[in-house]
């Protein structure tokens, strides 16, 4: 079975610029977060959606926002990038909301801000 | 503000050896522990999770050990491996309802390194 895959796999943007990640689950996983690893250190939480709604945010601006689609595909969305975005952005799945069922992580999309 | 603190932030073990991990927590609410392990280029994996009403759990080589009075646990990795280089992630989450109820609040890592 596949298991979560992410893309693009890299990218580079310029500061003020716009950039779309996308994130497909497991089959049959009606979760999906989205977290931001900066170099050395570990995740950060940005979103759960759950059934295609919004569950949980976690202490990220404005300029960041996702959606979940009914396929359950979801797509992370960061306006007005910053040096301070590159990171490497990970999403990941599981059956049920909340973080204390297994979360099975993608591969993450490395993104580079000049 | 960092809710889970860990240590040490890198660890050579030699093959055969044991490798041990802490992680403290402030946060009473929290209720589920898990570690996770990453490779160069890859998203982290779950290794192992412990909820409080356990002391000790083993999976294997792998052994997490809970304190709740001192809001602490810890990881073991017994028999070490060359293969178990990586970088090794303690969490906690609380309860769904909540908001916090969401989100992994990982630590900020150990890089483990076992010589052969």
């Known amino acids: 079975d596949a298991g979560v895959t992410q893309s693009p796999t890299h990218l580079i943007k310029t500061r003020g610029q716009h950039v779309t990640l996308r994130c497909s689950p497991i089959s049959g996983h009606k979760s999906v977060s989205w977290y931001q690893q900066v170099l050395g250190q570990g995740p950060q939480f940005i979103f759960q959606?759950?059934?295609?709604?919004?569950?949980g945010r976690g202490n990220f601006p404005d300029r960041f926002s996702a959606r979940q689609f009914p396929n359950y595909s979801s797509e992370l969305n960061v306006n007005a990038l910053l040096l301070g975005d590159s990171a490497l952005y990970l999403c990941?799945?599981?059956?049920?909301?909340?973080?204390?069922?297994?979360?099975?992580f993608g591969p993450g999309t490395r993104l580079t801000v000049l | 503000q960092q809710q889970v603190k860990q240590s040490p932030q890198s660890l050579i073990v030699q093959k055969g050896g044991i490798s041990i991990i802490n992680c403290a927590y402030e946060n009473t609410a929290f209720d589920y522990f898990p570690w996770y392990q990453q490779f160069p280029g890859k998203g982290p994996a779950l290794l192992i999770a412990?909820?409080?009403?356990?002391s000790e759990k083993k999976e294997g080589r792998f052994t997490i050990s809970f304190n709740k009075s001192a809001k602490q646990f810890s990881l073991h990795i017994m028999d070490s491996q060359p293969g178990d280089s990586a970088t090794y992630f303690c969490?906690?989450?609380?309860?769904?309802?909540?908001?916090?109820?969401?989100?992994?609040?990982f630590g900020k890592g150990t890089s483990l390194l076992v010589t052969p």
């Open positions: 412990i909820r409080p009403d356990v």
């Open positions: 969490a906690a989450s609380n309860r769904p309802g909540s908001n916090s109820g969401y989100a992994l609040n």
């Open positions: 990941a799945s599981s059956t049920r909301q909340g973080a204390s069922d297994e979360q099975f």
């Open positions: 959606y759950y059934e295609k709604e919004e569950r």
